[in-house]
């Protein structure tokens, strides 16, 4: 064997080591482009002193003076462009937490990101956000998940989750400490698709007249 043939082992050795670096991860080409692009529009409020210095979904601490929100589905280090419809003002915001846990609302921003709409007085706004940039996380985005209620009394929460697993498996109760006290969030189904777990939320509101929302599972 000549130096031909190591010098063609090497390229081919080359190219193979590559290709494989190039590779795209699975969930990208599952999910090309996403978030980007994505525009919402509804009700923003926000959230400060009693959260400040908490960890948010991302493990980072919340600090209410930095222009950052949570968003219940979107992953987590989209950075989206808020528009207030009222005020006309703009802010650029990263999504580092999850929230906000009420029926038609779609934006906790910090307060910082509340004091350049202007919203601090009135406590919420209509908004549209744009996500315009993504900067993904090596854990992935995570599955989404159906919040169907949220109890201070576990027995409550238990009750509630033995009469939705009749119909969705991969329920669960998850315990969360808040400001104004401990909470117990009932959550089913493992969704890859917003279209797939918003079905199953809407199903569920019609058939047990809840009031149910789709989360984003980032553990």
Request: proline share 4%; glycine share 12%.
């Amino acid at each position: 064997m000549g130096p031909a043939f190591f010098f063609t082992t090497l390229i081919g050795l080359g190219a193979f080591l590559n290709q494989g670096c190039t590779t795209a991860p699975r969930h990208i080409d599952r999910f090309p482009g996403y978030p980007v692009g994505f525009v919402e529009r509804g009700t923003a409020s926000w959230y400060g002193p009693g959260f400040h210095g908490n960890k948010t979904a991302n493990g980072e601490r919340y600090d209410m003076y930095k222009l950052t929100a949570a968003h219940r589905t979107l992953p987590l280090g989209s950075v989206a462009a808020v528009h207030s419809l009222t005020s006309g003002r703009h802010v650029t915001v990263r999504i580092n937490d999850r929230g906000p846990f009420a029926k038609g609302r779609i934006l906790d921003l910090s307060l910082a990101g509340a004091e350049a709409l202007g919203m601090t007085g009135n406590g919420t706004d209509q908004i549209e956000l744009r996500v315009v940039g993504y900067d993904a996380r090596s854990e992935g985005m995570g599955v989404l998940r159906v919040q169907v209620g949220s109890f201070a009394d576990i027995q409550n929460a238990r009750a509630l989750l033995a009469q939705v697993q009749r119909d969705f498996a991969e329920g669960r109760i998850v315990q969360v400490d808040l400001p104004d006290g401990r909470r117990y969030r009932v959550q089913i189904g493992r969704f890859l698709t917003e279209p797939e777990a918003q079905k199953a939320s809407t199903r569920l509101d019609r058939a047990l007249s809840l009031q149910s929302f789709v989360v984003r599972d980032d553990g």
